[in-house]
């Protein structure tokens, strides 16, 4: 039953976990070498809040036009 809540919830749009991105570890230590768009890990700047490492971002700014 678990799975056909987390469907519709998926479905109908409410479920954000696909959004949800690894921040880079290395560059929560201060010592990534790449830049931020060659790792494929993110790199939020300071005012974006981490959670179990990871960020939620903008679906807008991930689409493809």
Same mark, same amino acid.
Not at 3 to 29: H, P, T, Y
């Given at each position: 039953?678990?799975?056909?809540?987390?469907?519709?919830s998926?479905?109908?749009?409410?479920?954000?976990?696909?959004?949800?991105?690894?921040?880079?570890? @290395?560059? =929560?230590?201060n010592k990534?070498?790449?830049?931020?768009?060659?790792c +494929?890990?993110?790199h939020?700047?300071?005012?974006? @809040?981490? =959670?179990?490492?990871?960020v939620?971002?903008?679906?807008?700014?991930i +689409?493809?036009?």
């Amino acid at each position: 039953m678990a799975n056909v809540v987390n469907m519709n919830s998926l479905l109908n749009g409410k479920d954000s976990r696909w959004l949800q991105l690894e921040v880079c570890r @290395e560059f =929560q230590r201060n010592k990534c070498s790449r830049q931020d768009t060659e790792c +494929k890990f993110a790199h939020p700047p300071a005012n974006v @809040e981490v =959670q179990n490492g990871k960020v939620t971002a903008c679906y807008d700014s991930i +689409k493809i036009m």
